[in-house]
């Protein structure tokens, strides 16, 4: 039998066998996520209090849910919040990464201290910080929970915690990647350190910015158990019209609040929030990848 006889026969049997392995994946995902997805976006155009009872009222919740004073709120807040811990973890980790590719003494020990962090639950990690926060605070008689101010700091100062680490392994592994013959090339043309970073360095580790930068991004939007935990959307403001708004509550915690706090006629409302939330996060996650792809170096 020919080489190529017998290649051809091993591409067929893995094609045979390659469902089989295949298969269960593909139908745990499609029952995990594409039907609650699909079910999701039905139950945004209807009133329901279960499921089963479900009834279309067209784009009434979608209405009701952009009408809402604290789903505004909690966009704007949220969106704050995204940006600013976008801008204060990309730029610590990779400060961080660089100085520890730098071959300092011990720079394995300290990756492991810096990536700790993220091994800790956010729920758990939430409850440590208010305690910190609080202790903290307590000096000055008021609260994380009691000052807007506060509360918005303190989930940065969590957010930071808590993902710096894990965007340090990114960046070393970008950093790692960048050609030697480059920095050689940088040093012998005279340049110095800071041009060498913002010229060579950093041109190079797109890759490792694009990933990091999408994932400290979505993870602002969808944080939800570290601002639960930490402060529960307060404190609170009354409305005129007798409605509250919680002043640190970001977009997961109003539409879980909505569906299950409020009035059970209100989960309509929450399903359509959910899914204003899903294209808000997809089409933001799609932009960015878009626009930071198109500066990587090829090598």
Not at 123 to 145: H, K
Not at 252 to 259: C, Q
Request: charged residues 10%.
């Amino acid at each position: 039998m020919s080489r190529a006889t017998t290649l051809n026969s091993l591409q067929r049997s893995t094609r045979r066998f390659a469902w089989l392995f295949m298969g269960p994946v593909v139908i745990a995902f499609v029952i995990g996520f594409v039907w609650p997805f699909i079910q999701g976006i039905y139950l945004s155009f209807c009133k329901f209090r279960i499921t089963s009872d479900a009834q279309l009222i067209g784009f009434g919740n979608y209405q009701a849910a952009l009408a809402d004073p604290t789903f505004r709120h909690a966009f704007w807040y949220t969106a704050l919040t995204a940006v600013v811990s976008l801008v204060l973890i990309n730029v610590l980790a990779f400060a961080v990464a660089y100085a520890l590719t730098q071959a300092i003494k011990g720079a394995n020990l300290y990756r492991t201290v810096f990536f700790m962090p993220n091994l800790i639950g956010g729920i758990v990690l939430g409850y440590i910080w208010s305690m910190i926060f609080d202790g903290i605070l307590s000096q000055y008689q008021t609260s994380i929970l009691l000052e807007t101010k506060y509360g918005f700091w303190g989930l940065i100062i969590l957010m930071c915690w808590q993902q710096i680490g894990y965007m340090m392994i990114i960046y070393i592994a970008g950093l790692q990647a960048v050609p030697e013959d480059m920095l050689e090339a940088a040093k012998i043309d005279g340049a110095n350190k800071w041009q060498t970073l913002f010229k060579v360095t950093i041109p190079n580790v797109m890759p490792s910015i694009t990933i990091c930068t999408f994932l400290s991004l979505t993870n602002g939007f969808k944080l939800f158990d570290q601002n639960l935990a930490l402060t529960g959307g307060q404190p609170f403001i009354i409305q005129p019209d007798g409605s509250t708004i919680n002043t640190t509550e970001m977009l997961a915690l109003n539409i879980y609040n909505t569906f299950y706090n409020a009035s059970t006629a209100a989960r309509g409302t929450a399903q359509a929030k959910a899914v204003i939330f899903f294209i808000l996060v997809a089409g933001l996650g799609l932009a960015q990848l878009a626009y930071t792809r198109k500066r990587e170096v090829q090598q």
